[in-house]
Nanobody, 122 residues
Framework: QVRLVESGGGPVEAGGSLRLSCVASGDTASTKSMGWFRQAPGEEREGVAVIYTLGGATYYADSVKGRFTISQDNAEHTVYLQMNSLSPEDTAMYYC???????????????WGQGTQVTVSS
């Protein structure tokens, strides 16, 4: 099992930027994919960005391509999500997830963090 702790969320004005961090601990050696997901009130959870820990392949939701960048620091067991040009539509709870399989943007990950709130004001 992997424990995930997110940080970096908060309030931001439209057009602004935030960087989310997710630190993993526990069985990190077995982790093949880590990702960021988000859930707005009344909406289903959706995949935002995923990175495969071996090889570094990345996947993005169409709604964030060109604005968000996922990256990893394997030595620190940390995944980042750089979010630029934020809009009110990006307001949601953002969750970090990890899994032993390469699951791309599906929500079938078996380890989840508690989430960090991102609120974008217009």
């Amino acid at each position: 099992q992997v424990r995930l702790v997110e940080s970096g969320g908060g309030p931001v004005e439209a057009g602004g930027s935030l960087r989310l961090s997710c630190v993993a601990s526990g069985d990190t050696a077995s982790t093949k994919s880590m990702g960021w997901f988000r859930q707005a009130p009344g909406e289903e959870r959706e995949g935002v960005a995923v990175i495969y820990t071996l090889g570094g392949a990345t996947y993005y939701a169409d709604s964030v391509k060109g604005r968000f960048t996922i990256s990893q620091d394997n030595a620190e067991h940390t995944v980042y999500l750089q979010m630029n040009s934020l809009s009110p539509e990006d307001t949601a709870m953002y969750y970090c997830a990890a899994d032993r399989d390469e699951l791309a943007l599906t929500c079938e990950y078996n380890s989840w963090g508690q989430g960090t709130q991102v609120t974008v004001s217009s």
